[in-house]
């Protein structure tokens, strides 16, 4: 029969943040104005393992892998951000041993308070008191103040009140090594009858000889991830070899660098006395000893790239999708109200046209910025064994088809009662397949988002065998034969030139902001530093306008596209300071607002477009808007649509939410 599992650790992810000291004085400040007070650093990345009643399982790794984090919240010391930790029975740890003790009282004092922590009652206490001062040994000096005791004294004191804990669970992190030889065999007896009496142990310690005398099973973690779980024998055997070859590539690099850095302890330079043989030989041990250097200088250089772009930092995520989909909701308004679209004829005077494109330019960050934190959220992600992909295509992509699809017939099905149109099936077909576009909105967007999905996997797998440096200058490359040249042409164009991209699609942009996305998440601490980068958002934007109002002139009509190159730099700008902002401190219930937004947000953008449909119908025949060259009924028609439509879907999402969790306890 087998035994109940009692510990179910599931798809766990555990991150910190690591503050940094940002200097007090004036100097400091000015010197380094933006610099972040922390970075997210990710300890543990998706771990999974059970453990049985009874079992004994040891957690081995080198220091910083996530072993004791992951003890802590076992004992709901710490709380994961991502998956679940689910214990059944009282749970005793002997992580932490000797918390709580005050300096100042006795050693009898202070079991009552350690006990009192561990959650053991006074009564229990005083009938276990002796024999807890039995097992510490500790009988001549238990009236002591504590101060008084050594370091082994202490945590002998500790251990002991630990282990007399009636539990089902027992965690132990580095604590075998207490007292001398006499008292640690003494501890691992009475963990052998612990265990005999069905107490399941999970320890952690580097002690192999220990791990193998008291565990049957063994998790090895190394960088956040499991690396073997199994036999304890065959797991510490593959772990000390695994050891055994880091230290023996570690003291060849010393070596290589002693080499370098001392030529003459291993290379007999050449004197005139030795012949033209040894002063060739000599000539060919500098030039090998050069080569050497300057390759050691290169890859210093290329980790020392690495290091400064690689970071954390998703902690504004959240914030960033919520303002992308609103951004892209005012897009949506201002083409609907304004009547400005991609191709637009000039129909409106030059001050309306430039108020419409201030909400365009606006608006068409979103679409971009979506993709980007598409990416971002997507190929970060591992793929390495046909598992994973399996589990990516039926958890992830295969609920965002299924959705899409029945999204599609309440499409048509509104389409049909709003504005009268015929159901074709094939026409149904068509856009439940991607192969014809939704006309609603800016649903048409969808499509993109849906096969960027389909591809992920395999774009993911390509773009990480690319390091840090290659990564950043083929992405800078790319983008300036994607935007910079075809945003130059249009000036030619404007001065009576001839188009010199007669064939220009717009979806190998969209792909490359979905690139995009990869480089923020793997390796940007911050894309530029403090407020550089919302000046160089605003000079983007206010660029864009002046030069739609240049193109307005010269008769070109509007092109301030998702892939306008100013465009692309305010999309790139601006998910990186979102998702690096710190909202979360300067205004935590602004944060707090967004955040619980963001679970919305893709419900928004489905919703927004039959509402916004509706409500521009009621704006138009209401007499709202009367004359499409009046400013101010224009913008008010824009943010009355924009609000309505956007609060709506919130509290239809919200009602949704309400009654699906209602439904599911």
Request: with cysteine.
């Amino acid at each position: 029969m087998e035994r109940p599992v009692i510990i179910d650790v599931s798809d766990v992810y555990k991150s910190f943040r690591v503050y940094y000291d940002k200097g007090s004085m004036l100097k400091e400040q000015f010197v380094n104005p933006g610099r972040s007070r922390y970075e997210e650093r990710e300890i543990l990345k998706g771990i999974s393992f059970k453990v049985h009643q009874g079992e004994t399982v040891a957690l081995i790794g080198q220091n910083g892998c996530g072993k004791s984090t992951t003890l802590k919240m076992i004992t709901k010391i710490l709380y994961p951000n991502k998956g679940t930790v689910t214990v059944i029975g009282k749970v005793s740890s002997l992580i932490e041993l000797g918390a709580g003790f005050h300096p100042d009282m006795s050693g009898r004092e202070n079991i009552y308070i350690n006990a009192a922590i561990l959650g053991i009652k006074k009564k229990a206490v005083d009938n276990r008191i002796d024999e807890i001062i039995r097992f510490s040994e500790l009988e001549e000096f238990i009236d002591n103040p504590v101060r008084t005791y050594s370091s082994g004294m202490y945590m002998r004191l500790a251990f002991s009140v630990a282990i007399n804990v009636d539990a089902d669970i027992l965690l132990i992190d580095e604590i075998l090594a207490v007292g001398d030889q006499a008292f640690q065999e003494k501890c691992m007896h009475k963990l052998d009858e612990l265990r005999q009496s069905g107490v399941t142990i999970v320890l952690v310690s580097h002690s192999m000889k220990q791990i193998k005398e008291i565990a049957e099973r063994c998790i090895w973690l190394e960088n956040g991830r499991i690396i073997e779980d199994g036999d304890t024998e065959t797991v510490c055997n593959h772990y000390e070899n695994a050891m055994a070859r880091h230290r023996e590539e570690r003291d060849e690099l010393e070596d290589e660098q002693r080499r370098i850095k001392e030529p003459s302890a291993y290379y007999n330079e050449p004197k005139e006395l030795h012949g033209t043989e040894e002063s060739s030989s000599g000539s060919k041990n500098r030039r090998k000893i050069e080569r050497e250097q300057q390759r050691l200088e290169r890859q210093r250089r290329q980790e020392a790239f690495s290091v400064k772009w690689k970071g954390g930092g998703t902690q504004g995520k959240k914030i960033a999708g919520v303002c992308a989909i609103f951004l892209f909701m005012m897009l949506a308004a201002c083409q609907s109200v304004f009547g400005i679209n991609y191709n637009a004829e000039n129909e409106l005077s030059l001050l309306t046209r430039e108020v419409g494109y201030l909400f365009f330019i606006l608006g068409s960050v979103g679409f971009p910025m979506l993709l980007i934190l598409l990416g971002f959220d997507l190929l970060g992600r591992d793929y390495s064994t046909r598992e994973k992909i399996h589990y990516y295509y039926l958890r992830i992509f295969l609920p965002v088809v299924v959705m899409w699809e029945m999204w599609v017939v309440l499409y048509q099905l509104f389409l049909h009662i709003w504005n009268k149109r015929t159901i074709d099936v094939i026409v149904w077909l068509k856009e439940a397949m991607l192969i014809k576009y939704v006309d609603i909105g800016n649903l048409w967007t969808a499509r993109f988002f849906i096969l960027m999905m389909l591809a992920t996997p395999f774009v993911a797998r390509i773009l990480q065998l690319f390091n840090a440096s290659t990564l950043r200058l083929v992405l800078i490359v790319l983008w300036i034969f994607l935007f910079m040249f075809p945003g130059f042409d249009l000036y030619g164009q404007a001065n009576g030139g001839k188009p010199s991209f007669p064939f220009y699609s717009g979806t190998i942009c969209y792909f490359y902001y979905f690139c995009v996305g990869h480089m923020i998440s793997r390796y940007s601490q911050r894309i530029l530093k403090g407020s550089r980068e919302v000046i160089i958002f605003v000079l983007a934007f206010f660029l864009t306008m002046f030069s739609q109002i240049f193109l307005d002139f010269h008769g070109i009509e509007y092109l301030v596209k998702p892939t306008y190159y100013t465009i692309s730099v305010m999309a790139i700008v601006g998910v990186d300071i979102l998702i690096r902002i710190k909202v979360d401190e300067m205004f935590p219930n602004i944060a707090a607002l967004l955040t619980t937004a963001f679970s919305s947000t893709i419900g928004i953008f489905f919703i927004f477009g039959p509402l916004q449909m509706i409500i521009n119908g009621y704006l138009i025949n209401g007499g709202v808007i009367q004359d499409h060259n009046n400013l101010t009924q224009l913008i008010s028609g824009t943010l009355i649509q924009w609000l309505l439509a956007g609060l709506i879907s919130l509290l239809i999402m919200f009602v949704y939410k309400k009654v699906m969790k209602s439904v599911t306890m």
